[in-house]
């Protein structure tokens, strides 16, 4: 079994960005997205207008300082590899601790495993699905979607 990382967020956060599960570089390195290859930090970077730090404790705050909340949809499962597809013995997470402390606008989930896991564990709730930043899905990126969440942290 794989664990997921601990939920970042306060009652400041007015979007939630839900992943599937870390990758094995994440996992590694102990914080969300850090695959070199990764989109997830620049994306964001574009979307809030601000650069991202390279320390994992300034992400943490960098995060919190610009109303984002972050988490992991899948609480434990078993995988090999990094591969979404290979997720097996799905537990899902507790979103419902973020959305009883921060006043959440919208649920952002990055990639279609993400997506399917929320509405199939929270069907009471609006999920909207955004491309995964993953290197993996290199061939069909398109950052538009991303650059309209803007919207929500205003």
Known sequence: MIYSFQPIYDSRSKILILGSM???????????????????WDTISKVVGKPAPKEIEGKRQWL???NIALMDI????????S???????????DIMQVLNTADIKAIF????KSYDTAK????????NYLPSTSPANAG???????LAIRDKLI
């Open 22 to 40: 870390a990758s094995v570089k994440s996992l590694e390195r102990g914080f969300y997205y850090m695959h070199p290859r990764n989109r997830f």
């Open 64 to 66: 919190l300082d610009n």
């Open 74 to 81: 899948i609480y434990s499962c078993n995988r090999k590899g």
């Open 83 to 93: 591969l979404d597809s290979d997720i097996k013995d799905v537990v899902p997470n």
């Open 109 to 112: 989930c990055n990639g279609r």
């Open 120 to 127: 199939k564990n929270y069907p009471q709730l609006e999920f």
């Open 140 to 146: 069909s990126w398109d950052e538009s979607a991303w």
